[in-house]
């Protein structure tokens, strides 16, 4: 029965509200009545009467809400009523909601964009099996983690290891060739995997089968498996592939499986080719070119694995000292080793998308308070009817919540456009493709991130209004504007904006000097009007050397011969295009006594002419030259720092040099000529020493084209690709591109990282020009009265201006002495994406403050000529 | 003369109490408790309404609408037979209470 009593009295409440209201004022104007008519009969007159009888009952609106209070369902109650006010008094100021929303939802939007990116690439699990069970194995040098581990050590620890249920390798670096036969010659991406790496993931194929051991094995079938993508693009999705065989770089290869559809392991490729033991790229043990990936027994864990393979490292350390003295395995979980490139750059998104966040509740805040001092006489009209404080404070509380909810939605609407610009510049492709878009937990990000933001910039704002005093809210009439508590706080909520917006600012500044640093970097050759391309013949087609060399001469010569083009060379890997190829270079006597990494350097394949279409400038001796073939001395050009470093104050031409080629004796190579150094991989890593042999010396299927033209690049590849069809049909000129876009491309990390925190500093300073503007303004129209009195007194305007803007600039110096040394902290947080500049470049610093000045003080000029312009007279009136 | 506010919680005992002589509407009540108290006893306007809803809702006092003597309807309330119950017992420790408070003052 209780219950049904509850019930019932709720459902009045909630929904015959109308009618219980009506009730009580029916009762209360009864027990007025009467206590007017006993006045009036106590001998009072009927106003007199009156007048005691509301005095004796108190404040009707009080009692009202008390009673509503002792029933029990007065939050519910007034939540109603609060939202009711809320849209009412937002519809009345629209300009502030469109302020609110829009500022909070860029905030919010931004943050749940990246936690968007974050929570699909960082936050789930990898998309294999039992993914918290694989790790990934890289060598390391003198215990300092490296990369790629040599494949007679990953056969080793293999065999020897008791850690793994499997323990794969694959190369890390995607290689291309050329598939023919069954239609037009296609470039492929293709890596080496071991036989056992689809079944170390947990991933088996969905037509066929993975490796078998047999494969795996110097002299073992030719095997191959297909990636889904290749396997549709190619084949229509032929079920029979199985089996067929598929020619690539002319050799033939079966057909063993095919991966599903969303199979993808740290890079894009379109074939994977089984590791041989002993094979190609793992011939010996001091060329590293694989990453390992593992997975750990049952019951073990990474630091009893670790142990197990640091036992297995000093073993061969012992056996092989040459080549294993101070080597060893690093086992870290594969999500982590994965994640470990782009922590730095998602730490610096993170923090200013926060920063960002921080600012826009500034802003909000400070429009809350102006509106705050605004309402203060609405408010305290309701005070004076009855309201408690701790109403008031709700209602506030209630708008706040409201304002806020609206922006999440603003936010989640900016959201997915937002993470599609991030994503553009910040790719996680090797962690898992992210896809721009709006999920479950992106929601629930935004719900909890309003509710969060509402603490940070409403609870202030409320607290203060709520604090009001009726009587002199009241007296000081229409031109209320709030005490100097509130013009207090503002200044504050200012000063930690333009902090913020400093710190911000700067960090986009360094990143941007380092963009212009490594843009600037000497890269030993001329990179303009510099056409690059890869080139790749079948070796059946061209099986002898000689056949090859004869090849590139042809290709060489009637490129040359173009219109417009002034050089061209061939190599096997171009600068910056590709890397790779570090071999360990010294004087001959030296090998076998100064261990195993004395002087290293960059080896290359090149034709005649190379150096003189790159501008690489010859600084002794001679080009190489189709003569230097195989039957010939073995010559060798070297970079100056290679010759500096091998025969220091003496001259390297004539003098013999040994190349480790990975056998007990290194090759010998008498140096025929001396060229300047060149950036060989990321310009941020400088000019590297390396080796130029001659290309009929050492004649493979691939070079790398170089072609110094004159006018349109588009125009200039045409006629190159139209040259190379003369010669072979079968083959393409593979990934052409100007030195400059495969530049900008080796760049992209640090130009999106600079680009887009840029971005956010720029917003930034928006937020903060506005809230300054908002400030000063506010300011001004408070001091009407007085600057009205000071003009009349014969103040010019200049002085009232110079007045105003001294007080915005005061704030910026303020914001600017606690933002500098913010920003030398946040700057040491970033310095490892530095590159030429350093975490206190004062070049930056002193730019940031004079560019936020200059902001500033327009900000501040927009209120300072509408207070000079004030009329005495006018400000008088207002009064 | 003396006036003393209602002691917490013994303005539901002396409405309860009211209600017991006859039904009455709200304004009376408060009249009543002052006349009953000789002018001792004031109700504060602001508890009585919250008290009368607060009984309400437990079940101890129901209200109806009946004509006053003007003429005009007015919102009369009467005890309930739980509300009857509810007085006996407060009644009962009311009296427990104040005589301990008057034994303990009386002492020395």
Known sequence: MGAWRWLRRRWDVLFRKRGVEAELDEEIRTHLDEEIRQNVQA????????????????????????VRNVRGVRVLDDLVQDVRVSFRSFLKAPAFLVAVLLTLGLGIGANVAMFGILDASLFRPLPYPRADRLVMGRVTWNGRVGRTVSGPDFFDYRQQSSSFEDLAAYTPFVLRATVTGGGAPERVRYIYASTRFFRALGVEPV???????????????????????????RFGGDRDILGRSVTIAGIPFTVVGVMPRDF?????????????????????????????????????????????????????????????????????????????????????????????????????????????????????????????????????????VLLALGAGVVGIALATWLQRGILAFVSMDRLTPVKAGVSLPMLGFALALSVLTVVIFGALPSLRVARVEPGADLQSGTRTTGGRAATRARNVLVTGQVALTVVLLVVSGLLLRTLRELRGVDLGFDPDHLLTAAVQIPSTKYPTSASRVEFFRELQ?????????????????????????????????????????????????VMPGYFHAMGIPLVAGRDVSLVDDSAATPVVVISKALAESLFPGEDALGRTVGVDVGEAEPARFEVVGVVGDVVMDHPANGPYPAMYFPYPQAAGTGLDIAVRYSG????????????????????????????????????SGQQAIAVVVSLFGVVALLLAAIGMYGVLAFQVSRRTHEIGIRMALGASGGAVVSSVVRGGLILVALGLAVGIPASLFAARLVGGLLFGVGATDPVTYVGVALFLGAVATVACMLPAYRAARTDPVVAFRTE | MARTDLLQGSLDLLVLKTLDLEPLHGWAISKRIQLLSHDVLEVNQGSLYPALYRLRDRGLIESEYAESEEGRRVKVYSLTKKGRAALKREQASWRLFAGAVEAILAAG
Request: proline residues 4%; positive net charge.
């Open chain 1, 712 to 747: 349109n690049a588009g125009a200039a590849t045409t006629s190159v690709r139209g040259v190379l069809r003369t010669l072979n049909t079968d083959v393409p000129l593979d990934e052409p591109a100007t030195m400059h876009d495969v530049l900008g491309r080796s760049l």
């Open chain 1, 43 to 66: 001998g009072m007159s009927p106003a007199e009467a009156r007048r005691r009888a509301l005095v004796a009952f108190g404040g009707v609106e009080r009692h009202k809400e008390e």
């Open chain 1, 264 to 400: 993808r392991f740290a890079v894009d490729v379109d074939i994977w080719v089984p590791l041989q033991r002993g094979g190609a790229w793992a011939q010996a043990r001091q060329f590293h070119n694989f990453i390992l990936v593992g997975r750990l027994a049952d019951g073990v864990s990474v630091k009893q694995a670790q142990a197990d393979v640091d036992r297995i490292s000093e073993s061969l350390a012992e056996t092989y000292p040459e080549t294993n003295r101070n080597k060893g395995l690093n086992l870290t979980p594969l999500k982590e080793a994965l994640a470990q490139p782009y922590k730095a750059t998602l730490g610096v998104l993170v923090a200013a998308v926060a920063v960002l966040l921080l600012i826009a509740c500034g802003n909000v805040a400070g429009l809350l308070l102006a509106r705050g001092s605004a309402r203060r006489s609405e408010l305290a009209v309701r005070s004076v009817m009855g309201a408690g404080r701790s109403r008031l404070a709700r209602q506030l509380l209630t708008e706040n």
């Open chain 1, 207 to 233: 037509l066929g089968r993975g490796f078998a051991p047999d494969e795996g094995e110097l002299g073992g079938p030719r095997v191959l498996i297909l990636s889904y993508g290749f396997w549709q693009r």
């Open chain 1, 557 to 605: 010569e009637r490129v040359a011969a173009l219109p417009g083009v002034e050089g061209v060379g061939f190599i096997t890997r171009l600068p910056v295009r590709g890397s790779g190829g570090n071999v360990r270079v010294d004087l001959p006597e030296h090998f076998g006594t100064a261990g195993v990494f004395g002087k290293m350097a960059d080896q290359r394949t």
